[in-house]
């Protein structure tokens, strides 16, 4: 196994289930303040290195994109 794959793991077990935070117009975080009011789910390095990904009505749907999210990443990067 190579540090990679144990990355990866990591990677995919953090957007499996990560941490979901509301946030209101005009809250800083990386990138410059929030624009629309909502769920976003936190990035998995830190609050000021990237922004977080969102935004969406509910916790179930921020979790939902995070899944999807990380799988379609977690496929292409398997692609030949
Ligand atoms: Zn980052």
Redesign the pocket.
Known sequence: MTSKDAADRELAHYFENPEILFWNVGDIV?GGPIKIDGYYVS????WG??RPYGPFTTTDEALDASQKRWREWDERDRAP
């Open positions: 990386a990035p998995y390095c830190d290195c990237c």
